[in-house]
């Protein structure tokens, strides 16, 4: 398998280097072996300080498996997770330390809080967890739920059932802050809300942003919401990424035909732009037991036999903006390589 590498930023808070992650399912037979199924493949990148890196794809390809990964929720098969330059080991003791500097926001904002907890009590969990006096704690909890708009002597004594889904994914951003956090995990946690609540959520995490100097890593099948966030985009399919650069290139000039066919499947409101056939066809294959080649080439119409035979090296279009597809490689034999 060809390794993708990473760009590198300067001054980097978090890398992931060789990351990978199968899980074993059962055969279709009694006497079957398991199969595997391959979630994440070879995913390395690097977050600058203070940068937001937005990560894409269609349900399925390895976005909520890779911030598993990221947290330490799943165990890795293979690769390294570093914190400003440091390993992160797999000790309590280190694991706890590391979560105290990495927090993550879910899609399912009532799954993440306890129901017999008040919003006080959850937001005090962590802090309390972790060494802080519970007065401590509660002031800060306080503070934190009026940093995300909410009034905490309206709030703060409700449960989660007593507030709408909007509040509820506040409480989520004011707890993950809880613990002065250096890096924020953002998994689908937008998708939930409606439009004008989405927009007042996208902006309260951007002046979280820059009020406490955080670095985000945002998870989203909305491309439109990627990209008004995120400084860097990294276009993921079956587990492996195949497009990564800043924002502006991978909007503007993408180059991976399935990063094409994701931004042709936005809508448009002008007349003009009308879809007249599906930019992409097909099913994405199973992610059990993969072939050698590239997995979207059933789905592309430039698949040629190099497609099939091994999966693509990263092909640097700009200092910031790299592929890994046959086509932007002139070196690989592809018919209609530039």
Same mark, same amino acid.
């Given at each position: 398998?060809?390794?993708?590498?990473?760009?590198?930023?300067?001054?980097?808070?978090?890398?992931?280097?060789? +990351?990978?992650?199968?899980?074993?399912?059962?055969?279709?037979?009694?006497?079957?072996?398991?199969?595997?199924?391959?979630?994440?493949?070879?995913?390395?990148?690097?977050?600058?300080?203070?940068?937001?890196?937005?990560?894409?794809?269609?349900?399925?390809?390895?976005?909520?498996?890779?911030?598993?990964?990221?947290?330490?929720?799943?165990?890795?098969?293979?690769?390294?997770?570093?914190?400003?330059?440091? #390993?992160?080991?797999?000790?309590?003791?280190?694991?706890?330390?590391?979560?105290?500097? #990495?927090?993550?926001?879910?899609?399912?904002?009532?799954?993440? +809080?306890?129901?017999? +907890?008040?919003?006080?009590?959850?937001?005090?969990?962590?802090?309390?967890?972790?060494?802080?006096?519970?007065?401590?704690?509660?002031?800060?909890?306080?503070?934190?739920?009026?940093?995300?708009?909410?009034?905490?002597?309206?709030?703060?004594?409700?449960?989660?059932? &007593?507030?709408?889904?909007?509040?509820?994914?506040?409480?989520?951003?004011?707890?993950?802050?809880?613990?002065? !956090?250096?890096? #924020?995990? *953002?998994?689908?946690?937008?998708?939930?809300?409606?439009?004008?609540? &989405?927009?007042?959520?996208?902006?309260?995490?951007? @002046?979280?942003? &820059? &009020? *406490?100097?955080?670095?985000?890593? *945002?998870?989203?099948? @909305?491309?439109?919401?990627?990209?008004?966030?995120?400084?860097?985009?990294?276009?993921?399919?079956?587990?492996?990424?195949?497009?990564?650069?800043?924002?502006?290139?991978?909007?503007?000039?993408?180059?991976?035909?399935?990063?094409?066919?994701? +931004?042709?499947?936005?809508?448009?409101? @002008?007349?003009?732009?009308?879809?007249?056939?599906?930019?992409?066809?097909?099913?994405?294959?199973?992610?059990? @037991?993969?072939?050698?080649?590239?997995? *979207?080439?059933?789905?592309?119409?430039?698949?040629?036999?190099?497609?099939?035979?091994?999966? !693509?090296?990263?092909?640097?279009?700009?200092?910031?903006?790299?592929?890994?597809?046959?086509?932007?490689?002139?070196?690989?034999?592809?018919?209609?390589?530039?």
């Amino acid at each position: 398998m060809t390794k993708l590498k990473k760009i590198d930023f300067p001054t980097p808070i978090l890398e992931a280097e060789g +990351l990978s992650k199968t899980f074993q399912v059962r055969g279709s037979g009694f006497f079957e072996k398991p199969k595997q199924v391959y979630a994440v493949s070879d995913f390395s990148f690097t977050l600058a300080k203070g940068s937001t890196m937005g990560i894409v794809g269609e349900s399925g390809c390895g976005k909520s498996s890779t911030a598993r990964l990221l947290m330490n929720l799943i165990k890795p098969d293979a690769g390294v997770i570093k914190l400003e330059g440091n #390993v992160v080991g797999e000790s309590r003791a280190e694991l706890n330390a590391f979560r105290r500097d #990495v927090q993550m926001v879910f899609q399912d904002s009532s799954a993440s +809080l306890n129901p017999r +907890l008040t919003i006080e009590q959850s937001i005090m969990f962590g802090p309390v967890v972790h060494g802080m006096e519970k007065a401590v704690a509660k002031e800060a909890a306080h503070a934190f739920l009026s940093k995300v708009g909410l009034e905490p002597r309206r709030f703060a004594n409700r449960y989660p059932h &007593e507030v709408s889904g909007g509040q509820r994914q506040r409480i989520n951003i004011a707890r993950a802050l809880a613990l002065n !956090p250096k890096v #924020v995990i *953002f998994d689908e946690a937008v998708s939930a809300l409606d439009k004008s609540i &989405e927009a007042q959520v996208l902006n309260l995490l951007m @002046d979280l942003k &820059e &009020e *406490f100097q955080l670095s985000y890593i *945002f998870i989203s099948h @909305d491309l439109n919401v990627v990209r008004y966030i995120s400084d860097h985009v990294l276009v993921m399919y079956l587990g492996k990424i195949i497009e990564f650069g800043r924002a502006a290139d991978v909007y503007e000039r993408p180059s991976h035909p399935y990063t094409k066919a994701l +931004l042709a499947s936005l809508p448009s409101s @002008d007349p003009n732009f009308r879809t007249l056939e599906p930019p992409i066809v097909g099913d994405p294959p199973s992610p059990i @037991d993969l072939p050698p080649g590239c997995g *979207f080439g059933p789905r592309c119409k430039f698949q040629s036999d190099i497609c099939n035979a091994q999966f !693509p090296p990263r092909t640097d279009l700009s200092e910031h903006h790299s592929v890994a597809c046959h086509l932007s490689d002139p070196s690989s034999g592809h018919p209609q390589s530039r």
